[in-house]
């Protein structure tokens, strides 16, 4: 069992930064690939970004590759989600999550089985 708990979020004008972090407790984190999703009121949860548990590979959406850079810490058990250049469109409630199914890809939601309780992100115009 994986407890995950965001923090970070809030408001920023476009153009702005943030940096969102998902802090873990319980089972060892470091065994776990980490993902982030995001979900917009009215629109699926979609998938965001993703790291491995060594950190050695990350993976991002076509829509903030560039602008967005996931991180992770094993010794605090931490993941973060650097967010740069940041649009309207990225307002949403952000998630992490742990990936528990390895042979399912990196963007299905049901590849991971812990999630957070989210945080929010809003840009403004």
């Known amino acids: 069992q994986v407890q995950l708990v965001e923090s970070g979020g809030g408001l920023v004008q476009a153009g702005g930064s943030l940096r969102v972090s998902c802090v873990a407790s319980?089972?060892?984190?470091?065994?776990?690939?980490m993902g982030w999703f995001r979900q917009a009121p009215g629109k699926e949860r979609e998938f965001v970004a993703a790291?491995?548990?060594?950190?050695?590979?990350?993976v991002y959406s076509d829509s903030v590759r560039g602008r967005f850079t996931i991180s992770r810490d094993n010794a605090k058990m931490t993941v973060y989600l650097q967010m740069d250049s940041l649009k309207p469109e990225d307002t949403a409630v952000y998630f992490c999550a742990a990936r528990t199914s390895p042979r399912r890809t990196w963007q299905d939601l049901g590849a991971y089985a812990y999630w957070g309780q989210g945080t929010q992100v809003t840009v403004s115009s």
């Open positions: 319980g089972r060892t984190f470091s065994s776990y690939d």
């Open positions: 790291i491995t548990a060594s950190g050695n590979y990350r």
